[in-house]
């Protein structure tokens, strides 16, 4: 007789848990359930160093200013050489950084441009990581061929020279960006020696300006 009353009190003290938990269940199933707000995605970041490795594209426009005074073919007359020259420009880099605080970068590049004339350069290129990548200021040295054009010259003539190189990269977001750079360097002279003989080797001076958006991959 006892152990049926103590078998009573037990189911009815399970019976009391069971709806106290039900009642529970319900009020939590019924408080609203506030969803968590994420802060909204910079527009503006800087690039992050993923790798010690780097790779870079560009392309916009180019102005090219030459400048060959008096130029005089053999048996012939002389002539004045002024170049004004717009172009599309394109540009690829490749290269290293590290340093102190991953603020070197040593790399190679290539560009050209085509348009009203068209060159090819290739060389070095030391560039410096400030401000989280904000700004990259560069310099480089370099080869360049181009194409040259004379008055009443049906044979294609190419010059080239050592060219060096100025700029920098003003990041907007994650490695993109514009860049800026001028660049100058000896005169060009006439590739084939017989076309430079024929034309008394003449110099030409010159000074480009690049403008181009670009884009810095530090994840290679």
């Known amino acids: 007789m006892r152990i049926f009353q103590f078998t009573k009190v037990i189911f009815f003290i399970l019976f009391i848990s069971f709806i106290n938990a039900e009642d529970m269940n319900n009020e939590n199933n019924n408080t609203p359930h506030t969803p968590e707000i994420k802060p909204p995605a910079k527009l503006l970041t800087h690039p992050i160093v993923l790798s010690p490795n780097y790779g870079v594209f560009k392309i916009g426009y180019a102005y090219q200013y030459q400048n060959g005074a008096q130029i005089s073919k053999s048996n012939g007359t002389p002539f004045e050489y002024i170049q004004n ?54 310099v480089s040295l370099g080869y360049q061929v181009e194409n040259l054009e004379f008055p009443k010259e049906s044979s294609p003539l ?10 920098a990269h003003f990041n907007i977001t994650k490695g993109f960006g514009i860049d800026l750079s001028l660049r100058s360097g000896l005169p060009f002279f006439i590739l084939r020696p017989i076309d430079a003989r024929e034309y008394n080797h003449p110099h030409i001076n010159h000074l480009g300006v690049m403008l181009s958006f670009s884009f810095y991959d530090f994840s290679l």
Request: aromatic residues 20%; positive net charge; hydrophobic residues 50%.
């Open 85 to 138: 020259n717009s172009m599309i420009y394109f540009g690829i880099e490749r290269g290293w950084i590290g340093g102190f605080r991953q603020m070197i970068m040593l790399g190679g590049y290539v560009d050209g441009a085509f348009g009203q004339t068209f060159f090819l350069s290739g060389g070095a290129k030391l560039s410096f990581f400030l401000l989280n990548g904000w700004i990259i200021p560069y």
């Open 158 to 167: 190419f010059m080239h020279t050592g060219v060096a190189s100025i700029g």
